[in-house]
T-cell receptor, first 112, second 114 residues
Framework: DAKTTQPPSMDCAEGRAANLPCNHS???????VYWYRQIHSQGPQYIIH???NNETNEMASLIITEDRKSSTLILPHATLRDTAVYYC?????????????FGAGTILRVKS | DGGITQSPKYLFRKEGQNVTLSCEQN?????MYWYRQDPGQGLRLIYY???????QKGDIAEGYSVSREKKESFPLTVTSAQKNPTAFYLC?????????????FGEGSRLTVL
């Protein structure tokens, strides 16, 4: 599975959009991009995933570049509760062997 | 409510003792996973199981053992052979067929070796 690169930390003002980048330059055509987040001392929580097209759900939007070598997770109106570590993961979806490999992620601090 | 239950939440162990962490899910998921997390680091995969009575080693399986006798249960034993067992342990489960395999995590078990 392809490796990802994320900035170690970012700050965002409460109420503003938080844009978290992820580089995955070695991604292959059948690999999906997943985002999870982990609030301190809790289990990670699934946010969103995508393959080629941009995706949106009630939590966030995922923008994938046309060459698929990078993506951005957007939290449109960040709140203090969005302070967490955000993980970007790329992997092939298989019937079996669906293990996810987590890197260090990005610490997002939302400030009032 | 459906979910994953890990117990105990906090556990203290003396050096040389084995300890078993419990993980139970009522989501009817086929696959289950154990991850380890050290302070300031990401998650590392210990073991995973795609089906009952079958499991595979992850990236850091040495010093750990698992069993998968029932679909809903995937206990992890931290043995005395694990050199540095103090960590935060997370159990997860996922559906296999008919989904994109997103993981659902428990709240974690924090193990401290005294």
């Amino acid at each position: 599975d392809a490796k990802t690169t994320q900035p170690p930390s970012m700050d965002c003002a409460e109420g503003r959009a938080a844009n978290l980048p992820c580089n995955h330059s070695t991604i292959s055509g059948n690999e999906y991009v997943y985002w999870y987040r982990q609030i301190h001392s809790q289990g990670p929580q699934y946010i969103i995933h995508g393959l080629k097209n941009n995706e949106t759900n009630e939590m966030a939007s995922l923008i994938i570049t046309e060459d698929r070598k990078s993506s951005t997770l957007i939290l449109p109106h960040a709140t203090l509760r969005d302070t967490a570590v955000y993980y970007c993961i790329v992997r092939v979806f298989r019937e079996y062997g669906n293990k996810l490999v987590f890197g260090a992620g990005t610490i997002l601090r939302v400030k009032s | 409510d459906g979910g994953i239950t890990q117990s105990p939440k906090y556990l203290f162990r003396k050096e040389g003792q084995n300890v078993t962490l419990s993980c139970e899910q009522n989501l009817n998921h086929d696959a289950m996973y154990w991850y380890r997390q050290d302070p300031g680091q990401g998650l590392r995969l210990i073991y995973y199981s795609q089906i009952v009575n079958d499991f595979q080693k992850g990236d850091i399986a040495e010093g750990y053992s698992v069993s998968r006798e029932k679909k809903e249960s995937f206990p992890l034993t931290v043995t005395s052979a694990q050199k540095n067992p103090t960590a935060f342990y997370l159990c997860a489960s996922s559906q296999t067929s008919g989904s994109y395999g997103e993981l659902f995590f428990g709240e974690g078990s924090r193990l401290t070796v005294l």
